[in-house]
């Protein structure tokens, strides 16, 4: 009998790994709590965008830049709900079983989905926004992005 090169693995009865077995535990990790009962503590970055340097003070008169402040709280509020969403989505997608074929390859397409939002999302942060403009005859202006983006109500907070 020629010895094994893992000691602790047994031949038999252990777990299927062959082509036609998924090869996966039977002890499956609990998922943590959904992010819509369980808020997570605000990763964003939070820095002041308008944290200018004396000569530009005026600028930061809080008049002006009231209404920005509140909307970049708001795609902070927005950013966090989609990074806790998506970062559920993604531990729900790993704890699947792989499957075999065509049903394997949609789910690791969907991870790398998933992770390459995640991705963006923690890069650029508040910095996704890029500007704003205000359109004529309109009090309101409007938040330029990096990429789209709305609140849970459906209300656009930026666009690309």
Request: with cysteine; net charge negative.
């Amino acid at each position: 009998m020629i010895p094994l090169a893992f000691p602790g693995y047994v031949g038999g009865g252990g777990l299927p790994q062959g082509p036609d077995s998924e090869g996966e535990s039977c002890a499956r990790p609990l998922l943590p709590r959904h992010p819509s009962r369980h808020r997570s503590p605000l990763t964003i970055t939070n820095t002041d965008a308008f944290n200018l340097p004396d000569r530009l003070s005026a600028k930061a008169h809080p008049a002006l830049i009231a209404r920005d402040r509140q909307q970049f709280a708001t795609i902070a509020d927005s950013l966090q709900q989609q990074i806790d969403d998506l970062t559920y989505r993604l531990t729900e997608l790993r704890l699947q079983a792989g499957g075999s074929g065509q049903a394997a390859m949609d789910r690791d397409i969907e991870i790398h989905r998933v992770t390459s939002q995640l991705r963006v999302l923690r890069r650029y942060g508040l910095d996704l926004c890029l500007g704003r403009v205000v359109r004529e005859g309109e009090e309101q202006p409007l938040y330029i992005g990096r990429l789209g983006l709305t609140d849970d109500e459906g209300r656009q907070l930026m666009v690309d």
